[in-house]
């Protein structure tokens, strides 16, 4: 098998299942308890927030563990609309943010918030002149995702936080596949409000955190008991909080050289895409883009089909974002780049790791320069093209 979906999501490290192992069966009291056998797993519980703090340059007491970046997006949206609803009810968004986001804005809408996405280039880059246009005085919040889940393209967050800083406005970001994968500092950036989730970078599933610069306004998301400073209930998942922990200060130490090594090979993938592979587009930003991302549209063809072939060969892949991968409808993200639906139909998303090989690269692309003839053969659109380029 060659699993070529970490932006979906990501083997668990080494490291990080042996440091969640004893907190299952050995030290498995609630971090909540009074009692000195759960002194372990409160102590663990602090490490990881100091572990994931430093990573985006935070301090501990302002991280708030989640069971996700879904759960993160949610709270700082409607956390904040609810905190600051007398001052204003204008909240600026993308338009290609996780459906975490969209689908938030629309719940806020319904209660009389108003909503302005911003359109993006060719290339999905948002223009910061156009979001410093966007605010008003009743503007409270502005959330721009780091890097893009499906094409890859990395927001130019350092300029969209000084702006936001500029006229008092909060800005949010969802990192989840920018977290631990390229450098962010949260006080360079002017973030205040940061979502990330665990199993993106070798961490387990099911936790996240979110980042609440300290003084910032934020509304409990869950009610219950007084977990995380009373402002995230919920018994505190405490093997997922130290996996995550663990990953992330793995994946930040070995950032840098896992960034090279990766590049390299999405490079030399895209170049023998382009090169052998004819009517192909490259998705997103060719520079500014994740380290580990690949992202074309193949003219001709569904992606359904090609996802089934490349299955058959025994590679993981996907055609956009895995929270909708059971929807027909084209990707909003293509759409939003201003490709037509039967071009953005035809997608395929191959995201990388620093376990993915050169060899396994090239096996790739192999694959889809037979599979992609193959489909385009049974086409009839392709069959007319071919005779009109005659």
């Keep these: 098998m060659i699993y070529m979906d970490n932006a979906a999501t990501t083997r668990m490290s080494e490291r990080a299942f042996e440091a969640m192992r004893p907190f299952f069966m050995e030290q498995y009291a609630n971090a909540a308890g009074t009692y000195s056998f ?20 935070a301090k501990a007491n302002e991280i708030f563990f ?22 204003g009810k204008h909240i600026i ?35 910061v002149e156009a979001l410093e ?5 009743d503007t409270v919040l502005v959330s721009i995702m780091a890097a893009n889940n499906e094409i890859g393209t990395i927001q130019p967050i350092k300029e969209i936080g000084a702006v936001c800083r500029k006229y008092g406005v909060l800005f949010h970001t969802d990192a989840v596949q920018a977290y631990a994968h390229i450098p962010l500092d949260v006080n360079e950036m002017n973030i205040d409000l940061l979502s990330a989730s665990g199993h993106k970078f070798h961490g387990p599933k099911g936790v996240g955190f979110l980042y609440v610069r300290k003084g910032v306004r934020l509304m409990p998301f869950m009610d219950g008991g007084a977990q995380e400073k009373k402002r995230r209930a919920g018994t505190t998942n405490v093997a997922g909080i130290v996996g ?47 380290p580990g991302n690949v992202n074309f549209c193949f003219r001709f063809i569904e992606g359904e089909g090609m996802l089934m072939l490349l299955d058959f060969n025994g590679i993981c892949a996907s055609s956009g974002s895995a929270c909708t991968s059971g929807s027909l409808d084209p990707s909003h993200v293509l759409l939003a780049i201003g490709l037509p639906h039967e071009i953005a139909h ?24 037979e599979i992609i003839p193959r489909l385009r053969s049974m086409s009839p659109l392709y069959e007319d093209f071919v005779k009109n380029q005659a």
């Design 133 to 137: 246009k966007a605010i008003r005085e």
């Design 38 to 57: 759960a002194n372990a797993s409160k102590e663990a519980v602090e490490t990881a927030r100091k572990q994931v703090a430093k990573v985006i340059g």
């Design 93 to 127: 968004i993308s338009a290609i943010e996780h459906h975490a986001i969209l689908h938030s804005v629309q719940a806020l809408e319904k209660q009389g918030w108003e909503v302005t996405v911003l359109p993006v280039d060719e290339f999905g880059m948002v223009s």
């Design 66 to 87: 989640t069971c996700g970046g879904t759960e993160s997006d949610n709270w700082a949206l409607k956390g904040v609309a609810q905190a600051f609803a007398a001052k």
């Design 244 to 290: 995550m922990g663990a990953a992330a200060q793995e994946a930040a130490a070995n950032m840098e050289a896992a960034m090279a090594k990766v590049r390299e090979i999405r490079d030399h993938m895209i170049a023998r895409i382009e090169n052998e592979i004819p009517y192909c587009r490259l998705n997103g930003h060719r520079t500014e883009r994740l």
């Design 346 to 369: 035809g997608s395929l998303r191959l995201s990388l790791s620093e376990e993915t090989t050169m060899e396994e690269a090239d096996k790739v692309v192999d694959a889809l320069k």
